[in-house]
């Protein structure tokens, strides 16, 4: 969806390196949502944020893995010290409010070599 | 987490038939979302169901929430060959948060 804007499409990382994935949701939405999917099959939840505020990360990997949404810019995801397993397509949606359709971006694909 | 089971995995028509696939969960939800994702991009969102029974279409698309809340249906009539993509649904609890997501059906349209 071309309100949800996430960049870069495409990453790619070595061994060790960090990851910084970005999320500008749509004009309005103060709540955005991170997946993660893996070739052939369906979206995983990572965490879920409302504005300067991390509401349910029990899909985070406990490690390297975190999320923000402060007050002013977008969403990062950030990944630390990456490893192969890494390599996935990261999604964002955002949502107006908690009990609404949410809309995805076009996703960002971490490549990790 | 929780499980959504969509079926069929994968389906191969001819243009012009209908298509219908479920998804079901062993929990309640309060909304079904249904996207169709092609290669390369993100989900696009089809059709959202609030109220159990609710019947929606967008154009060709059809979905109902079922009554019991634990299962949605997606039917698409007259299919064409821009259908082709991965459908996905999505459900979400009472309690909010996150949205989960069944495993996808494949749509492959032969025209």
């Known amino acids: 969806n071309a309100g949800v804007m996430q960049n870069p499409r495409h990453l790619v990382r070595r061994r060790g390196q960090e990851a910084r994935l970005r999320c500008s949701p749509m004009?309005?939405?103060?709540?955005v949502y991170w997946y993660r999917q893996l070739p052939e099959e369906g979206l995983k939840f990572m965490v879920y944020l409302q504005k300067e505020n991390i509401i349910d990360e029990s899909g985070m990997p406990k490690e390297r893995f975190s999320a923000e949404f402060p007050k002013e810019g977008p969403s990062i995801l950030r990944i630390q010290q990456v490893v192969r397993g890494d390599s996935a397509a990261y999604f964002c949606?955002?949502?107006?409010?908690?009990?609404?359709?949410?809309?995805f971006g076009q996703g960002t694909r971490l490549t990790v070599v | 987490g929780q499980q959504l089971n969509q079926s069929p995995q994968s389906m191969f028509i001819q243009e012009g038939e209908d298509v219908s696939m479920n998804c079901t969960s062993s929990s309640i939800f309060n909304t079904w979302l249904w996207y169709k994702q092609e290669p390369g991009e993100g989900p696009v969102l089809l059709i959202a169901l609030y109220k159990a029974g609710e019947l929606t279409s967008n154009g060709r698309l059809t979905a109902q929430f079922g009554i019991t809340r634990k299962d949605s249906f997606l039917n698409i009539s007259a299919s064409i060959p821009s259908d082709v993509g991965i459908y996905f649904c999505?459900?979400?609890?009472?309690?909010?948060?996150?949205?989960?997501f069944g495993t996808g059906t494949s749509l492959t349209v032969i025209p």
């Open positions: 999505a459900g979400q609890l009472d309690t909010g948060n996150q949205f989960y």
């Open positions: 004009k309005g939405h103060s709540h």
């Open positions: 949606a955002s949502s107006p409010r908690v009990t609404f359709e949410a809309f």
